[in-house]
């Protein structure tokens, strides 16, 4: 019964995340000046164990939904989650800033299709793409470019380790994956997640809920 509750409880909180997030969008939207991104940091097999409205480090929200635009004034950024939202923050002089970096990667962005790792099916010799049960995925949306929405899973990433050339000799499946991981590694879609996510970390305590649901 316990658990039931949190679950009702979470999809509550949830639909109040959705109409807070898309009602802030329809105001920033109707400012045509305004350029806007939505990212999305979601999380698959984590569970909801805390109350509504405080986040521990190690359950905490599996959703949080970033909205970053750019006018005249700056870059700015809001955090909505099922706690509430933050305070918007602006940012004056953004290096490196993800509405560059979208403009001129637009083409690759709008058609690079991300190289799952595969898993080698030892009786048949088929080979299917790796599904985990717990992961972090992410969305982007691009609602003032002509660029299809984009969904990827954290483990289409790996960092190359010291003991790689030992494992390419000896593991067919490694060998298999480790251009798929340097494709996915060095594609337009890492380095805008990259973006993000520094800019995100760069500002956190910045964007910590502050308008809690009660």
Not at 145 to 164: C, G, H, L, T
Request: with cysteine; hydrophobic share 35%; aromatic share 12%.
């Amino acid at each position: 019964m316990k658990i039931a509750s949190l679950i009702i409880l979470f999809a509550i909180n949830l639909t109040g995340l959705y109409a807070q997030s898309n009602e802030f969008l329809d105001s920033l939207s109707t400012d045509t000046s305004n350029l806007i991104i939505v990212f999305d940091d979601n999380c698959t097999g984590c569970i909801v164990v805390n109350s509504p409205c405080e986040e521990y480090p190690n359950s905490g929200n599996p959703k949080n939904k970033y909205i970053i635009w750019k006018n005249d004034n700056g870059f700015h950024i809001k955090r909505f989650n099922i706690c509430g939202n933050s305070n918007t923050i602006t940012i004056k002089k953004w290096k490196n800033n993800l509405f560059d970096f979208i403009k001129v990667n637009s083409i690759k962005l709008d058609t690079t299709k991300i190289q799952y790792p595969l898993l080698l099916d030892r009786r048949d010799s088929t080979w299917f793409e790796m599904k985990t049960n717990h992961y972090k995925y992410y969305n982007f949306s691009f609602l003032s470019n002509e660029i299809q929405e984009i969904s990827v899973r954290d483990y289409a990433f790996r960092e190359p380790k010291d003991d790689d050339e030992i494992w390419y000799e000896i593991d067919i499946e490694f060998r298999k994956n480790r251009d798929r991981y340097k494709f996915n590694n060095t594609s337009a879609i890492k380095e805008l997640l990259d973006i993000s996510q520094k800019i995100i970390r760069k500002n956190k305590k910045k964007l910590e809920i502050t308008n809690a649901n009660n």
